[in-house]
Protein backbone atom coordinates (compact mmCIF):
# COMPACT_ATOMS: atom_id res chain seq x y z
CA UNK A 1 0.00 0.00 0.00
CA UNK A 2 3.12 2.19 -0.35
CA UNK A 3 2.64 3.23 -3.32
CA UNK A 4 0.62 6.18 -5.43
CA UNK A 5 -2.50 6.87 -3.84
CA UNK A 6 -1.74 4.71 -0.64
CA UNK A 7 0.06 5.11 2.22
CA UNK A 8 3.58 8.52 2.92
CA UNK A 9 6.39 6.65 3.61
CA UNK A 10 7.63 8.18 6.95
CA UNK A 11 11.21 8.08 8.22
CA UNK A 12 12.21 9.00 11.91
CA UNK A 13 13.11 12.36 11.11
CA UNK A 14 10.70 13.74 8.44
CA UNK A 15 10.12 17.17 8.74
CA UNK A 16 6.42 18.22 7.90
CA UNK A 17 4.43 21.57 7.15
CA UNK A 18 7.45 23.12 5.98
CA UNK A 19 9.63 22.01 8.99
CA UNK A 20 6.85 22.67 12.04
CA UNK A 21 6.61 18.98 12.91
CA UNK A 22 9.23 16.71 13.19
CA UNK A 23 8.44 12.46 12.95
CA UNK A 24 9.17 10.66 15.58
CA UNK A 25 7.64 6.98 15.63
CA UNK A 26 4.76 5.58 14.25
CA UNK A 27 2.07 5.36 16.83
CA UNK A 28 -0.64 3.54 14.66
CA UNK A 29 -2.01 2.85 10.98
CA UNK A 30 -5.50 1.80 9.64
CA UNK A 31 -7.35 1.12 6.42
CA UNK A 32 -6.85 5.09 5.83
CA UNK A 33 -3.78 6.19 7.38
CA UNK A 34 -0.46 6.02 8.42
CA UNK A 35 -0.34 8.00 12.34
CA UNK A 36 3.26 9.14 13.95
CA UNK A 37 4.18 11.00 16.64
CA UNK A 38 5.82 13.96 15.97
CA UNK A 39 7.25 17.12 17.71
CA UNK A 40 5.69 20.21 16.96
CA UNK A 41 8.74 22.67 17.02
CA UNK A 42 5.99 25.75 17.14
CA UNK A 43 4.25 24.80 20.46
CA UNK A 44 7.56 21.97 21.94
CA UNK A 45 4.49 19.60 21.89
CA UNK A 46 4.17 16.15 21.02
CA UNK A 47 1.50 15.34 18.37
CA UNK A 48 0.04 12.74 17.10
CA UNK A 49 0.35 13.45 12.66
CA UNK A 50 -2.66 11.83 10.90
CA UNK A 51 -1.21 11.04 7.34
CA UNK A 52 -4.16 9.78 4.94
CA UNK A 53 -3.41 7.62 1.83
CA UNK A 54 -3.78 9.97 -1.01
CA UNK A 55 -6.19 8.67 -3.56
CA UNK A 56 -9.53 10.58 -4.24
CA UNK A 57 -11.48 8.67 -2.10
CA UNK A 58 -9.11 8.77 0.90
CA UNK A 59 -8.63 12.77 0.93
CA UNK A 60 -12.49 13.17 0.29
CA UNK A 61 -12.78 10.53 3.87
CA UNK A 62 -10.26 12.87 5.34
CA UNK A 63 -11.94 16.13 4.35
CA UNK A 64 -14.99 14.33 6.05
CA UNK A 65 -12.75 13.91 9.23
CA UNK A 66 -11.35 17.40 9.39
CA UNK A 67 -15.06 18.89 8.79
CA UNK A 68 -16.77 16.24 11.60
CA UNK A 69 -13.33 16.92 13.93
CA UNK A 70 -13.07 20.74 13.40
CA UNK A 71 -17.15 20.61 14.67
CA UNK A 72 -15.87 19.16 17.66
CA UNK A 73 -12.54 20.61 18.62
CA UNK A 74 -12.04 23.65 20.83
CA UNK A 75 -15.10 23.52 22.35
CA UNK A 76 -15.69 24.88 26.05
CA UNK A 77 -17.56 21.82 26.92
CA UNK A 78 -15.52 20.11 29.38
CA UNK A 79 -16.74 16.84 27.90
CA UNK A 80 -15.33 17.56 24.79
CA UNK A 81 -12.51 16.25 26.58
CA UNK A 82 -13.56 12.90 25.88
CA UNK A 83 -13.09 12.98 21.90
CA UNK A 84 -9.67 13.57 20.68
CA UNK A 85 -8.71 17.16 20.10
CA UNK A 86 -7.65 18.18 16.07
CA UNK A 87 -5.25 21.20 16.38
CA UNK A 88 -4.68 21.76 12.71
CA UNK A 89 -4.59 19.90 9.28
CA UNK A 90 -1.96 20.36 6.30
CA UNK A 91 -1.37 18.62 3.00
CA UNK A 92 1.83 17.04 2.11
CA UNK A 93 3.45 16.47 -0.84
CA UNK A 94 4.99 13.14 -1.53
CA UNK A 95 6.06 10.54 -4.11
CA UNK A 96 2.61 8.81 -3.63
CA UNK A 97 0.47 11.92 -3.89
CA UNK A 98 -1.07 15.06 -1.78
CA UNK A 99 -1.65 13.51 1.49
CA UNK A 100 -4.13 15.14 3.91
CA UNK A 101 -2.65 15.67 7.44
CA UNK A 102 -4.34 16.06 10.39
CA UNK A 103 -2.37 17.10 13.24
CA UNK A 104 -4.33 15.53 16.48
CA UNK A 105 -3.74 15.83 20.18
CA UNK A 106 -1.02 12.63 20.95
CA UNK A 107 -2.62 9.94 22.94
CA UNK A 108 -2.41 6.93 24.89
CA UNK A 109 -2.33 3.13 24.24
CA UNK A 110 -6.19 1.63 22.58
CA UNK A 111 -8.49 -0.35 24.53
CA UNK A 112 -7.84 -3.28 22.06
CA UNK A 113 -3.75 -3.12 23.41
CA UNK A 114 -5.33 -2.88 26.86
CA UNK A 115 -7.25 -6.04 26.59
CA UNK A 116 -4.34 -7.64 24.57
CA UNK A 117 -1.91 -6.86 27.21
CA UNK A 118 -4.37 -7.75 30.12
CA UNK A 119 -3.97 -11.51 28.28
CA UNK A 120 -7.81 -11.84 27.33
CA UNK A 121 -8.42 -12.24 30.67
CA UNK A 122 -10.61 -9.21 31.33
CA UNK A 123 -9.61 -5.92 33.29
CA UNK A 124 -11.37 -5.61 37.20
CA UNK A 125 -14.72 -4.44 37.16
CA UNK A 126 -13.66 -0.69 38.86
CA UNK A 127 -11.29 -0.08 35.59
CA UNK A 128 -14.76 -1.26 33.41
CA UNK A 129 -16.79 1.35 35.06
CA UNK A 130 -13.84 3.98 35.12
CA UNK A 131 -13.39 3.25 30.92
CA UNK A 132 -17.24 2.81 30.53
CA UNK A 133 -17.98 6.25 32.30
CA UNK A 134 -15.42 7.95 30.32
CA UNK A 135 -16.66 6.96 26.69
CA UNK A 136 -20.28 7.76 28.06
CA UNK A 137 -19.18 10.93 28.62
CA UNK A 138 -17.99 11.05 24.91
CA UNK A 139 -20.79 9.79 23.70
CA UNK A 140 -23.22 11.84 25.49
CA UNK A 141 -21.47 14.87 24.42
CA UNK A 142 -21.25 13.87 20.36
CA UNK A 143 -25.01 12.62 20.47
CA UNK A 144 -26.80 15.69 22.64
CA UNK A 145 -23.87 18.55 21.73
CA UNK A 146 -23.85 17.88 17.98
CA UNK A 147 -25.59 15.44 16.91
CA UNK A 148 -22.78 13.21 16.14
CA UNK A 149 -23.22 9.23 15.25
CA UNK A 150 -19.81 8.12 15.97
CA UNK A 151 -21.00 4.17 13.99
CA UNK A 152 -17.36 3.16 14.58
CA UNK A 153 -17.28 2.76 18.45
CA UNK A 154 -14.81 -0.47 19.03
CA UNK A 155 -12.06 -0.84 21.43
CA UNK A 156 -9.35 0.23 18.87
CA UNK A 157 -10.81 3.68 18.64
CA UNK A 158 -10.75 4.65 22.21
CA UNK A 159 -7.97 5.42 23.16
CA UNK A 160 -6.08 5.95 26.48
CA UNK A 161 -4.43 9.37 27.91
CA UNK A 162 -0.82 8.65 27.47
CA UNK A 163 1.12 8.97 30.53
CA UNK A 164 4.38 8.14 28.61
CA UNK A 165 6.43 11.67 27.89
CA UNK A 166 7.63 11.15 24.38
CA UNK A 167 10.84 13.24 25.45
CA UNK A 168 12.06 10.83 28.09
CA UNK A 169 11.30 7.70 26.41
CA UNK A 170 10.70 7.84 22.87
CA UNK A 171 10.83 4.40 22.05
CA UNK A 172 8.66 3.36 24.81
CA UNK A 173 6.06 0.53 24.82
CA UNK A 174 4.69 -2.92 24.51
CA UNK A 175 2.82 -1.43 21.61
CA UNK A 176 6.12 -0.82 19.36
CA UNK A 177 4.60 0.11 16.05
CA UNK A 178 7.66 -1.46 14.59
CA UNK A 179 6.82 -4.83 15.89
CA UNK A 180 4.14 -4.87 14.43
CA UNK A 181 4.12 -2.71 11.05
CA UNK A 182 2.02 -5.01 9.13
CA UNK A 183 2.71 -3.93 5.88
CA UNK A 184 6.23 -4.37 5.60
CA UNK A 185 9.44 -2.66 5.49
CA UNK A 186 9.12 0.99 4.23
CA UNK A 187 12.62 0.94 3.66
CA UNK A 188 12.21 -1.68 0.85
CA UNK A 189 12.76 -4.79 3.37
CA UNK A 190 16.28 -3.87 3.97
CA UNK A 191 15.39 -3.25 7.95
CA UNK A 192 18.26 -0.68 8.79
CA UNK A 193 20.29 -0.46 11.82
CA UNK A 194 18.42 1.82 13.57
CA UNK A 195 15.84 -0.11 13.02
CA UNK A 196 16.83 -3.11 14.56
CA UNK A 197 17.98 -1.33 17.49
CA UNK A 198 14.82 0.16 18.04
CA UNK A 199 12.88 -3.20 17.81
CA UNK A 200 15.64 -4.40 20.37
CA UNK A 201 14.46 -1.83 22.81
CA UNK A 202 10.82 -2.17 22.22
CA UNK A 203 11.43 -5.41 22.92
CA UNK A 204 12.95 -4.65 26.35
CA UNK A 205 10.53 -2.16 26.78
CA UNK A 206 7.67 -4.69 26.84
CA UNK A 207 9.52 -6.68 29.74
CA UNK A 208 9.54 -2.96 31.57
CA UNK A 209 5.69 -2.33 30.85
CA UNK A 210 4.51 -5.93 32.45
CA UNK A 211 4.17 -2.34 34.97
CA UNK A 212 2.35 -0.78 32.78
CA UNK A 213 0.03 -3.84 32.86
CA UNK A 214 -0.54 -3.87 35.98
CA UNK A 215 -1.37 -0.17 35.94
CA UNK A 216 -4.42 -1.20 33.89
CA UNK A 217 -4.84 -4.70 35.40
CA UNK A 218 -5.14 -3.28 38.70
CA UNK A 219 -2.16 -5.57 40.29
CA UNK A 220 0.88 -4.68 41.31
CA UNK A 221 3.80 -3.07 39.51
CA UNK A 222 6.48 -5.82 40.10
CA UNK A 223 9.28 -3.50 40.08
CA UNK A 224 8.22 -1.16 42.51
CA UNK A 225 5.46 -3.23 44.66
CA UNK A 226 3.54 0.05 44.28
CA UNK A 227 -0.32 -0.36 44.15
CA UNK A 228 -1.18 1.73 41.12
CA UNK A 229 -4.72 1.13 41.55
CA UNK A 230 -6.22 4.43 42.54
CA UNK A 231 -4.52 5.53 39.07
CA UNK A 232 -7.56 7.25 37.23
CA UNK A 233 -8.16 5.52 33.76
CA UNK A 234 -9.27 8.13 31.54
CA UNK A 235 -9.56 7.81 27.61
CA UNK A 236 -10.42 9.55 24.58
CA UNK A 237 -12.69 8.74 21.47
CA UNK A 238 -10.80 8.65 18.31
CA UNK A 239 -11.44 7.79 14.50
CA UNK A 240 -14.40 9.87 13.23
CA UNK A 241 -13.73 9.25 9.63
CA UNK A 242 -16.98 7.39 9.47
CA UNK A 243 -18.89 9.92 11.84
CA UNK A 244 -22.49 11.24 10.50
CA UNK A 245 -25.11 13.58 12.14
CA UNK A 246 -28.41 11.95 12.42
CA UNK A 247 -29.98 14.21 10.21
CA UNK A 248 -27.30 13.80 7.38
CA UNK A 249 -26.26 10.22 7.26
CA UNK A 250 -24.00 8.65 4.63
CA UNK A 251 -24.15 4.65 4.48
CA UNK A 252 -26.45 2.36 4.78
CA UNK A 253 -24.16 -0.22 6.46
CA UNK A 254 -22.17 0.78 9.18
CA UNK A 255 -20.08 -0.06 11.82
CA UNK A 256 -17.17 -3.08 12.19
CA UNK A 257 -18.60 -6.20 12.57
CA UNK A 258 -18.68 -7.84 15.91
CA UNK A 259 -19.76 -4.31 17.23
CA UNK A 260 -23.13 -3.64 14.66
CA UNK A 261 -26.73 -3.14 15.96
CA UNK A 262 -29.17 -5.55 14.68
CA UNK A 263 -30.92 -2.83 13.12
CA UNK A 264 -27.97 -2.32 10.60
CA UNK A 265 -28.08 -5.76 9.72
CA UNK A 266 -31.55 -5.55 9.08
CA UNK A 267 -31.09 -2.01 7.17
CA UNK A 268 -34.21 -1.14 9.69
CA UNK A 269 -32.90 2.67 9.79
CA UNK A 270 -30.56 3.80 12.63
CA UNK A 271 -29.65 6.87 15.22
CA UNK A 272 -27.78 7.43 18.21
CA UNK A 273 -28.62 4.14 19.73
CA UNK A 274 -25.90 1.94 17.42
CA UNK A 275 -23.54 3.89 19.35
CA UNK A 276 -25.41 2.36 22.67
CA UNK A 277 -25.25 -1.16 21.57
CA UNK A 278 -21.21 -0.80 20.56
CA UNK A 279 -20.91 0.42 23.76
CA UNK A 280 -22.27 -2.30 25.72
CA UNK A 281 -20.57 -4.95 23.75
CA UNK A 282 -17.03 -2.47 24.33
CA UNK A 283 -18.20 -2.89 28.10
CA UNK A 284 -18.26 -6.63 27.93
CA UNK A 285 -15.14 -7.32 26.50
CA UNK A 286 -13.25 -5.13 28.75
CA UNK A 287 -14.77 -7.05 31.56
CA UNK A 288 -14.30 -10.46 29.85
CA UNK A 289 -11.79 -9.91 27.71
CA UNK A 290 -13.41 -11.61 24.67
CA UNK A 291 -15.85 -10.15 22.20
CA UNK A 292 -19.63 -9.86 23.03
CA UNK A 293 -20.60 -11.59 19.36
CA UNK A 294 -18.19 -13.11 16.31
CA UNK A 295 -20.21 -14.18 13.75
CA UNK A 296 -19.33 -16.40 11.54
CA UNK A 297 -20.67 -18.17 8.15
CA UNK A 298 -21.87 -21.75 8.55
CA UNK A 299 -23.10 -24.01 6.05
CA UNK A 300 -26.29 -22.96 4.80
CA UNK A 301 -26.46 -19.93 6.62
CA UNK A 302 -24.63 -16.50 6.25
CA UNK A 303 -22.44 -14.39 8.95
CA UNK A 304 -25.37 -12.12 9.22
CA UNK A 305 -27.96 -14.85 10.06
CA UNK A 306 -25.37 -16.53 12.76
CA UNK A 307 -25.10 -12.94 13.85
CA UNK A 308 -28.83 -12.22 14.63
CA UNK A 309 -28.70 -16.09 16.12
CA UNK A 310 -26.07 -15.27 18.42
CA UNK A 311 -27.86 -12.00 19.33
CA UNK A 312 -30.74 -14.06 20.34
CA UNK A 313 -29.49 -16.78 21.79
CA UNK A 314 -27.99 -14.28 24.51
CA UNK A 315 -30.75 -11.89 24.43
CA UNK A 316 -34.02 -13.55 23.89
CA UNK A 317 -36.40 -13.96 21.10
CA UNK A 318 -36.34 -10.61 18.58
CA UNK A 319 -40.04 -9.02 19.22
CA UNK A 320 -41.26 -10.30 15.45
CA UNK A 321 -42.10 -6.05 15.15
CA UNK A 322 -38.55 -5.28 15.18
CA UNK A 323 -37.89 -8.13 13.11
CA UNK A 324 -39.94 -7.79 10.26
CA UNK A 325 -39.30 -4.23 9.81
CA UNK A 326 -36.11 -3.92 7.69
CA UNK A 327 -35.69 -3.67 4.25
CA UNK A 328 -33.67 -7.26 4.86
CA UNK A 329 -35.64 -8.88 7.27
CA UNK A 330 -37.27 -11.20 4.41
CA UNK A 331 -33.61 -12.42 4.19
CA UNK A 332 -33.49 -13.56 7.42
CA UNK A 333 -37.16 -14.16 9.21
CA UNK A 334 -39.76 -15.92 8.16
CA UNK A 335 -43.29 -14.20 8.67
CA UNK A 336 -43.65 -15.43 12.10
CA UNK A 337 -39.97 -13.44 13.54
CA UNK A 338 -38.41 -16.78 13.23
CA UNK A 339 -34.92 -17.02 11.45
CA UNK A 340 -35.34 -18.94 8.06
CA UNK A 341 -32.00 -21.17 8.06
CA UNK A 342 -31.11 -21.22 12.09
CA UNK A 343 -34.20 -23.29 13.66
CA UNK A 344 -32.71 -24.50 17.04
CA UNK A 345 -31.29 -21.71 19.50
CA UNK A 346 -29.48 -22.46 22.50
CA UNK A 347 -30.34 -19.78 25.48
CA UNK A 348 -27.71 -18.82 27.59
CA UNK A 349 -28.54 -15.99 29.07
CA UNK A 350 -25.82 -13.05 29.82
CA UNK A 351 -25.60 -13.61 33.38
CA UNK A 352 -25.16 -17.14 33.82
CA UNK A 353 -22.71 -16.83 31.03
CA UNK A 354 -20.49 -14.49 33.46
CA UNK A 355 -21.03 -16.84 35.96
CA UNK A 356 -20.33 -20.08 34.27
CA UNK A 357 -17.68 -19.35 31.64
CA UNK A 358 -16.32 -16.20 32.98
CA UNK A 359 -16.28 -17.04 36.71
CA UNK A 360 -18.36 -13.87 37.66
CA UNK A 361 -19.47 -13.79 41.21
CA UNK A 362 -23.53 -13.65 41.19
CA UNK A 363 -24.10 -10.40 42.56
CA UNK A 364 -21.10 -9.15 40.10
CA UNK A 365 -23.17 -10.88 37.45
CA UNK A 366 -26.35 -9.82 38.30
CA UNK A 367 -25.01 -6.03 38.64
CA UNK A 368 -22.88 -6.06 35.37
CA UNK A 369 -26.06 -7.85 33.43
CA UNK A 370 -28.62 -5.03 34.57
CA UNK A 371 -25.86 -2.50 33.33
CA UNK A 372 -25.76 -3.86 29.74
CA UNK A 373 -28.85 -5.82 28.82
CA UNK A 374 -30.65 -2.28 29.05
CA UNK A 375 -28.41 -1.00 26.21
CA UNK A 376 -28.84 -4.56 24.13
CA UNK A 377 -32.44 -4.12 23.27
CA UNK A 378 -33.63 -5.11 19.87
CA UNK A 379 -36.01 -1.99 19.93
CA UNK A 380 -33.73 0.69 19.61
CA UNK A 381 -35.69 3.54 20.91
CA UNK A 382 -35.59 1.52 24.07
CA UNK A 383 -32.10 1.81 24.71
CA UNK A 384 -31.27 4.22 27.04
CA UNK A 385 -29.39 7.23 26.21
CA UNK A 386 -26.02 7.81 26.86
CA UNK A 387 -27.32 10.79 29.59
CA UNK A 388 -29.19 8.52 31.07
CA UNK A 389 -26.58 5.57 31.10
CA UNK A 390 -24.53 7.88 33.23
CA UNK A 391 -26.83 8.35 35.90
CA UNK A 392 -26.86 4.28 36.47
CA UNK A 393 -26.12 2.91 39.79
CA UNK A 394 -23.01 0.23 38.20
CA UNK A 395 -21.43 3.25 37.00
CA UNK A 396 -20.82 4.71 40.97
CA UNK A 397 -20.56 1.98 42.64
CA UNK A 398 -17.14 1.45 43.28
CA UNK A 399 -14.90 -1.44 44.77
CA UNK A 400 -12.05 -1.41 47.55
CA UNK A 401 -9.53 -3.65 46.79
CA UNK A 402 -10.56 -6.38 48.93
CA UNK A 403 -13.55 -6.25 47.24
CA UNK A 404 -15.84 -4.84 49.57
CA UNK A 405 -18.93 -2.18 48.45
CA UNK A 406 -18.09 1.25 49.40
CA UNK A 407 -21.24 2.46 48.86
CA UNK A 408 -22.17 5.79 51.25
CA UNK A 409 -18.98 5.92 52.68
CA UNK A 410 -18.26 5.89 56.24
CA UNK A 411 -22.15 5.10 57.41
CA UNK A 412 -22.06 1.74 58.11
CA UNK A 413 -19.34 2.25 60.04
CA UNK A 414 -21.12 5.02 61.53
CA UNK A 415 -23.93 2.47 62.81
CA UNK A 416 -20.99 0.28 64.24
CA UNK A 417 -21.36 -0.02 67.90
CA UNK A 418 -17.61 0.82 69.48
CA UNK A 419 -15.76 -2.39 70.17
CA UNK A 420 -17.08 -4.76 67.60
P1 LIG B 1 -9.50 2.81 10.39
O1 LIG B 1 -9.07 1.78 9.43
O2 LIG B 1 -9.79 2.22 11.75
O3 LIG B 1 -10.56 3.74 9.91
P2 LIG B 1 -7.76 5.12 10.26
O4 LIG B 1 -6.81 5.00 9.10
O5 LIG B 1 -8.93 6.02 10.09
O6 LIG B 1 -8.19 3.69 10.70
P3 LIG B 1 -7.27 5.82 13.03
O7 LIG B 1 -8.14 4.75 13.53
O8 LIG B 1 -7.72 7.23 13.26
O9 LIG B 1 -6.89 5.58 11.49
O10 LIG B 1 -5.81 5.67 13.64
C1 LIG B 1 -5.08 4.47 13.46
C2 LIG B 1 -4.35 4.11 14.73
O11 LIG B 1 -3.38 5.11 15.03
C3 LIG B 1 -5.25 4.05 15.97
O12 LIG B 1 -5.87 2.79 16.12
C4 LIG B 1 -4.22 4.34 17.07
O13 LIG B 1 -3.47 3.16 17.37
C5 LIG B 1 -3.30 5.34 16.42
N1 LIG B 1 -3.74 6.72 16.72
C6 LIG B 1 -4.71 7.41 16.08
N2 LIG B 1 -4.88 8.63 16.61
C7 LIG B 1 -3.99 8.73 17.61
C8 LIG B 1 -3.66 9.77 18.57
N3 LIG B 1 -4.33 10.94 18.57
N4 LIG B 1 -2.67 9.52 19.46
C9 LIG B 1 -2.03 8.33 19.45
N5 LIG B 1 -2.29 7.32 18.59
C10 LIG B 1 -3.26 7.51 17.68
MG1 LIG C 1 -9.52 3.22 13.59
MG1 LIG D 1 -10.97 5.74 10.31
Redesign the pocket.
Known amino acids: SYRKGGYHAVRVGDQFAGGRFIAQRK ?9 W ?1 AYDTSTSAY ?2 L ?1 I ?2 SAAQFVQ ?1 ALH ?1 IDVLASISNDVDVNSKCV ?1 QLIDHFKHAGPNGQHLCMV ?7 L ?2 LIKYNRYKGLPLNKVREICHCILLGLDYLHREHGIIHT ?1 LKP ?2 V ?1 LI ?1 TIDPAKDPVRSE ?1 S ?1 ILERPEGNINGGVTSLIEKKLKRRARRAVAKISGRNALLGGNEDPKSGRNLDGIDVRC ?1 V ?5 ACWADKQFAEEIQ ?1 RQYRAPEVILEAGYSFSVDMWSFACIAFELATGDMLFTPKVGQGFSENEDHLALMMELLGKMPRKVAIAGAKSKDFFDRHGDLKRIRRLKFWPLSKLLVERYKFSESDAHEFSEFVLPLLDFTPEKRPTAQKCLEHPWLKKMENESGVENVGVGMSNLKMEPGK
Open positions: LGWGQFSTVLVAKQKAEVLEFLGDSLRDENLSLPKVDFGNT
